[in-house]
Protein backbone atom coordinates (compact mmCIF):
# COMPACT_ATOMS: atom_id res chain seq x y z
CA UNK A 1 0.00 0.00 0.00
CA UNK A 2 2.69 2.87 -1.21
CA UNK A 3 3.51 4.02 -4.23
CA UNK A 4 7.65 4.11 -4.54
CA UNK A 5 8.35 1.46 -6.75
CA UNK A 6 12.16 0.14 -6.10
CA UNK A 7 14.09 1.22 -9.74
CA UNK A 8 15.54 -1.97 -9.90
CA UNK A 9 11.61 -2.77 -10.64
CA UNK A 10 10.36 0.59 -12.65
CA UNK A 11 10.36 -1.19 -15.68
CA UNK A 12 8.73 -4.41 -14.99
CA UNK A 13 5.97 -1.90 -13.48
CA UNK A 14 5.44 -0.14 -16.41
CA UNK A 15 5.61 -2.93 -18.99
CA UNK A 16 3.18 -4.02 -16.69
CA UNK A 17 0.99 -0.78 -16.70
CA UNK A 18 0.94 -0.79 -20.33
CA UNK A 19 -0.51 -3.94 -20.58
CA UNK A 20 -2.85 -2.94 -18.20
CA UNK A 21 -3.70 0.15 -20.07
CA UNK A 22 -4.41 -2.45 -23.46
CA UNK A 23 -6.50 -4.96 -21.50
CA UNK A 24 -8.70 -1.59 -20.67
CA UNK A 25 -9.14 0.11 -24.18
CA UNK A 26 -13.19 -0.61 -23.97
CA UNK A 27 -15.22 0.60 -21.20
CA UNK A 28 -15.95 -1.66 -17.85
CA UNK A 29 -19.61 -1.90 -19.75
CA UNK A 30 -17.86 -4.78 -21.70
CA UNK A 31 -16.49 -6.46 -18.84
CA UNK A 32 -15.29 -10.21 -20.27
CA UNK A 33 -13.21 -11.11 -17.12
CA UNK A 34 -9.58 -12.06 -16.69
CA UNK A 35 -9.49 -15.87 -15.11
CA UNK A 36 -6.18 -15.53 -13.31
CA UNK A 37 -5.28 -15.28 -9.88
CA UNK A 38 -6.18 -11.78 -8.74
CA UNK A 39 -8.69 -11.68 -11.56
CA UNK A 40 -12.21 -12.02 -12.00
CA UNK A 41 -13.78 -14.81 -13.90
CA UNK A 42 -17.38 -14.05 -15.67
CA UNK A 43 -19.81 -17.49 -16.11
CA UNK A 44 -22.79 -17.77 -17.97
CA UNK A 45 -25.95 -18.50 -16.12
CA UNK A 46 -28.82 -18.87 -18.66
CA UNK A 47 -30.95 -16.63 -20.05
CA UNK A 48 -32.29 -13.20 -18.42
CA UNK A 49 -35.74 -13.86 -19.46
CA UNK A 50 -36.02 -16.21 -16.34
CA UNK A 51 -35.61 -15.16 -12.95
CA UNK A 52 -31.88 -13.79 -11.44
CA UNK A 53 -29.84 -17.28 -10.81
CA UNK A 54 -28.66 -17.75 -7.59
CA UNK A 55 -24.72 -18.51 -7.77
CA UNK A 56 -21.90 -20.21 -5.27
CA UNK A 57 -18.30 -20.42 -5.60
CA UNK A 58 -17.46 -22.45 -2.73
CA UNK A 59 -18.99 -21.90 0.39
CA UNK A 60 -19.65 -17.93 -1.04
CA UNK A 61 -22.19 -16.00 -2.83
CA UNK A 62 -21.39 -14.81 -6.35
CA UNK A 63 -22.60 -11.29 -8.12
CA UNK A 64 -24.52 -11.71 -10.47
CA UNK A 65 -24.93 -9.22 -13.43
CA UNK A 66 -27.70 -9.23 -16.90
CA UNK A 67 -25.58 -8.52 -19.90
CA UNK A 68 -26.50 -8.92 -23.55
CA UNK A 69 -29.93 -10.43 -22.41
CA UNK A 70 -27.77 -12.89 -20.29
CA UNK A 71 -27.26 -13.96 -16.59
CA UNK A 72 -23.47 -13.24 -16.16
CA UNK A 73 -21.66 -14.08 -12.85
CA UNK A 74 -18.29 -12.46 -11.52
CA UNK A 75 -16.16 -14.59 -9.76
CA UNK A 76 -13.49 -12.89 -7.58
CA UNK A 77 -10.59 -15.25 -7.83
CA UNK A 78 -7.86 -14.35 -5.12
CA UNK A 79 -4.48 -14.28 -5.53
CA UNK A 80 -3.69 -17.66 -3.57
CA UNK A 81 -5.86 -19.50 -5.62
CA UNK A 82 -3.44 -22.05 -8.04
CA UNK A 83 -4.23 -22.57 -10.90
CA UNK A 84 -7.42 -25.38 -12.03
CA UNK A 85 -10.62 -25.82 -12.53
CA UNK A 86 -12.71 -24.71 -10.29
CA UNK A 87 -16.80 -24.83 -9.82
CA UNK A 88 -19.56 -22.42 -9.45
CA UNK A 89 -22.86 -23.76 -8.59
CA UNK A 90 -26.21 -21.75 -9.82
CA UNK A 91 -30.05 -22.58 -9.59
CA UNK A 92 -32.73 -20.24 -10.37
CA UNK A 93 -35.56 -21.14 -7.80
CA UNK A 94 -34.21 -20.34 -4.57
CA UNK A 95 -36.57 -23.15 -3.03
CA UNK A 96 -35.29 -25.87 -5.54
CA UNK A 97 -32.61 -28.26 -4.39
CA UNK A 98 -31.26 -28.81 -7.73
CA UNK A 99 -28.07 -26.77 -8.47
CA UNK A 100 -26.65 -26.83 -12.03
CA UNK A 101 -22.32 -26.54 -12.60
CA UNK A 102 -20.20 -24.17 -14.26
CA UNK A 103 -16.52 -24.70 -14.66
CA UNK A 104 -14.01 -21.62 -14.04
CA UNK A 105 -10.44 -22.54 -15.66
CA UNK A 106 -7.75 -20.28 -13.55
CA UNK A 107 -4.80 -19.68 -15.72
CA UNK A 108 -1.27 -18.89 -14.34
CA UNK A 109 0.00 -15.26 -13.85
CA UNK A 110 3.25 -13.99 -12.35
CA UNK A 111 3.52 -10.99 -11.01
CA UNK A 112 6.43 -8.14 -10.39
CA UNK A 113 8.34 -7.60 -7.89
CA UNK A 114 8.31 -4.31 -5.73
CA UNK A 115 11.43 -3.07 -3.23
CA UNK A 116 10.54 -0.67 -0.42
CA UNK A 117 12.74 0.69 2.12
CA UNK A 118 11.06 1.72 5.13
CA UNK A 119 12.55 4.67 7.40
CA UNK A 120 9.93 3.85 9.89
CA UNK A 121 11.18 0.20 11.83
CA UNK A 122 7.35 -0.28 13.47
CA UNK A 123 6.03 -1.05 9.91
CA UNK A 124 8.16 -3.83 9.41
CA UNK A 125 8.64 -5.57 12.44
CA UNK A 126 6.16 -4.39 14.90
CA UNK A 127 6.25 -5.61 18.15
CA UNK A 128 3.80 -8.01 20.24
CA UNK A 129 1.60 -4.74 21.30
CA UNK A 130 1.53 -4.02 17.64
CA UNK A 131 0.67 -6.95 16.72
CA UNK A 132 -2.37 -7.70 19.18
CA UNK A 133 -3.70 -4.74 16.68
CA UNK A 134 -3.06 -5.67 13.73
CA UNK A 135 -4.34 -9.37 14.13
CA UNK A 136 -7.92 -7.47 15.79
CA UNK A 137 -8.13 -5.44 12.94
CA UNK A 138 -7.50 -8.34 10.53
CA UNK A 139 -10.80 -10.25 12.05
CA UNK A 140 -12.67 -7.22 11.95
CA UNK A 141 -11.24 -6.06 8.26
CA UNK A 142 -12.80 -10.08 7.46
CA UNK A 143 -15.96 -9.77 8.69
CA UNK A 144 -16.79 -6.18 6.31
CA UNK A 145 -15.43 -8.31 3.40
CA UNK A 146 -18.09 -10.66 4.28
CA UNK A 147 -20.86 -8.60 4.04
CA UNK A 148 -23.82 -9.52 1.49
CA UNK A 149 -26.36 -6.78 0.37
CA UNK A 150 -28.56 -8.51 -2.16
CA UNK A 151 -29.02 -5.57 -4.81
CA UNK A 152 -28.32 -4.36 -8.60
CA UNK A 153 -24.95 -3.60 -9.31
CA UNK A 154 -23.18 -1.28 -11.41
CA UNK A 155 -19.70 -3.13 -12.89
CA UNK A 156 -19.12 0.21 -14.89
CA UNK A 157 -17.18 1.80 -11.89
CA UNK A 158 -14.83 5.87 -12.29
CA UNK A 159 -12.04 6.40 -11.40
CA UNK A 160 -12.22 7.68 -7.29
CA UNK A 161 -8.88 10.37 -7.70
CA UNK A 162 -7.63 12.28 -10.31
CA UNK A 163 -4.10 11.08 -10.29
CA UNK A 164 -2.09 8.28 -12.05
CA UNK A 165 -1.45 4.49 -10.75
CA UNK A 166 1.73 4.46 -9.36
CA UNK A 167 1.62 0.84 -7.85
CA UNK A 168 -0.49 -1.62 -9.90
CA UNK A 169 -2.45 -4.49 -8.75
CA UNK A 170 -0.68 -7.93 -7.87
CA UNK A 171 2.95 -6.97 -6.78
CA UNK A 172 5.15 -9.21 -5.11
CA UNK A 173 6.38 -6.66 -2.03
CA UNK A 174 8.91 -6.86 0.08
CA UNK A 175 9.74 -4.39 2.67
CA UNK A 176 13.57 -4.30 3.43
CA UNK A 177 14.05 -7.13 1.66
CA UNK A 178 11.60 -8.75 3.83
CA UNK A 179 9.11 -10.75 1.64
CA UNK A 180 5.24 -9.44 3.01
CA UNK A 181 1.79 -10.16 0.87
CA UNK A 182 1.36 -8.94 -2.37
CA UNK A 183 -0.41 -5.31 -3.21
CA UNK A 184 -3.71 -6.52 -3.07
CA UNK A 185 -5.18 -3.52 -4.50
CA UNK A 186 -3.87 -0.12 -6.76
CA UNK A 187 -2.92 3.09 -5.19
CA UNK A 188 -2.87 6.23 -6.83
CA UNK A 189 -0.65 8.77 -6.45
CA UNK A 190 -2.08 12.96 -6.29
CA UNK A 191 -1.17 15.51 -3.57
CA UNK A 192 -2.37 15.60 0.01
CA UNK A 193 -5.58 17.19 0.34
CA UNK A 194 -6.82 15.88 -3.38
CA UNK A 195 -10.14 14.81 -3.47
CA UNK A 196 -11.37 11.24 -3.31
CA UNK A 197 -14.89 10.16 -4.38
CA UNK A 198 -17.18 7.06 -5.08
CA UNK A 199 -16.69 4.98 -8.24
CA UNK A 200 -19.88 4.01 -8.12
CA UNK A 201 -23.30 3.90 -6.23
CA UNK A 202 -22.72 2.61 -2.22
CA UNK A 203 -23.21 2.56 1.45
CA UNK A 204 -20.02 3.79 3.85
CA UNK A 205 -20.18 0.21 6.26
CA UNK A 206 -17.11 1.20 8.63
CA UNK A 207 -14.30 4.11 8.74
CA UNK A 208 -11.75 4.15 11.17
CA UNK A 209 -8.20 4.61 12.01
CA UNK A 210 -5.87 1.05 11.18
CA UNK A 211 -2.51 0.37 11.99
CA UNK A 212 -1.13 -0.06 8.34
CA UNK A 213 -4.29 1.32 6.14
CA UNK A 214 -4.02 4.56 8.49
CA UNK A 215 -7.30 6.46 8.14
CA UNK A 216 -9.93 4.05 5.57
CA UNK A 217 -13.23 4.25 4.47
CA UNK A 218 -15.01 0.82 3.74
CA UNK A 219 -17.99 0.88 1.24
CA UNK A 220 -20.66 -1.87 0.66
CA UNK A 221 -21.59 -1.69 -3.46
CA UNK A 222 -24.07 -4.53 -2.97
CA UNK A 223 -23.63 -8.31 -3.55
CA UNK A 224 -20.25 -8.89 -2.22
CA UNK A 225 -18.85 -6.00 -3.99
CA UNK A 226 -16.46 -4.04 -1.02
CA UNK A 227 -14.02 -1.33 -1.62
CA UNK A 228 -11.46 -0.51 0.95
CA UNK A 229 -10.06 2.87 0.77
CA UNK A 230 -7.06 3.64 2.77
CA UNK A 231 -3.95 6.81 3.83
CA UNK A 232 -6.58 9.36 3.73
CA UNK A 233 -5.76 12.42 5.79
CA UNK A 234 -9.71 13.34 5.78
CA UNK A 235 -12.88 11.14 6.29
CA UNK A 236 -16.11 13.18 5.96
CA UNK A 237 -18.50 10.46 6.24
CA UNK A 238 -19.67 7.80 8.54
CA UNK A 239 -20.72 4.40 9.16
CA UNK A 240 -24.52 4.19 7.43
CA UNK A 241 -24.15 7.18 4.55
CA UNK A 242 -25.83 5.70 1.38
CA UNK A 243 -23.35 7.55 -1.51
CA UNK A 244 -23.69 7.91 -5.07
CA UNK A 245 -20.82 7.59 -7.57
CA UNK A 246 -19.21 10.94 -7.73
CA UNK A 247 -20.03 11.94 -4.13
CA UNK A 248 -17.32 13.07 -1.59
CA UNK A 249 -15.39 10.31 1.03
CA UNK A 250 -12.36 11.92 1.98
CA UNK A 251 -8.91 13.45 1.32
CA UNK A 252 -5.83 12.12 -0.35
CA UNK A 253 -2.99 11.49 3.14
CA UNK A 254 -0.36 9.60 4.15
CA UNK A 255 -1.58 7.77 7.27
CA UNK A 256 -0.40 4.31 7.98
CA UNK A 257 2.20 2.34 5.75
CA UNK A 258 3.50 5.10 3.05
CA UNK A 259 6.18 6.79 1.86
CA UNK A 260 3.96 9.44 0.33
CA UNK A 261 0.62 10.79 0.24
CA UNK A 262 -1.37 7.97 -2.57
CA UNK A 263 -4.95 6.54 -2.75
CA UNK A 264 -4.67 2.97 -1.87
CA UNK A 265 -7.86 1.04 -3.07
CA UNK A 266 -8.39 -2.73 -2.84
CA UNK A 267 -11.95 -3.72 -4.55
CA UNK A 268 -13.46 -7.56 -3.05
CA UNK A 269 -15.75 -9.74 -5.02
CA UNK A 270 -17.12 -12.77 -2.76
CA UNK A 271 -14.23 -11.80 -0.16
CA UNK A 272 -11.25 -12.12 -2.89
CA UNK A 273 -9.70 -9.28 -3.43
CA UNK A 274 -9.35 -8.15 -7.04
CA UNK A 275 -7.47 -6.03 -9.68
CA UNK A 276 -9.80 -2.93 -9.36
CA UNK A 277 -8.11 -1.71 -12.91
CA UNK A 278 -10.50 -4.80 -14.52
CA UNK A 279 -14.11 -2.46 -13.49
CA UNK A 280 -12.15 0.74 -14.85
CA UNK A 281 -12.16 3.07 -18.16
CA UNK A 282 -9.33 3.80 -19.88
CA UNK A 283 -7.40 6.71 -18.09
CA UNK A 284 -7.23 9.55 -20.90
CA UNK A 285 -4.50 11.86 -20.23
Known amino acids: M ?4 HTGSILRVFVLFICISAFNTASAASFTG ?3 PGGVSMVNLGNASGPKPQARYGAKNVLVIEQDGQWKGLVGISLKT ?3 NYIV ?3 TDKDSSTHKEVSVKVKPKTYPEQRIKMKQKKYVSPNEEQLARINSEKKHM ?3 FKIWRDTDVSVDLSWPVDGPLSSPFGLRRFFNDQPRNP ?4 DIAAPEGTDIVMPSDGVIIDTGNYYFNG ?3 FVDHGQGMISMFNHMSKVIVKTGDKLKRGDKIGEIGQTGR ?3 PHLHWSLSLNEARVDPMLFLPEKQN
Not at 2 to 5: E, F, K, P, Q
Not at 183 to 186: E, L, T
Open 2 to 5: TNIV
Open 34 to 36: SSV
Open 82 to 84: LPG
Open 89 to 91: SYQ
Open 142 to 144: SKL
Open 183 to 186: HSGI
Open 215 to 217: KTV
Open 258 to 260: VTG
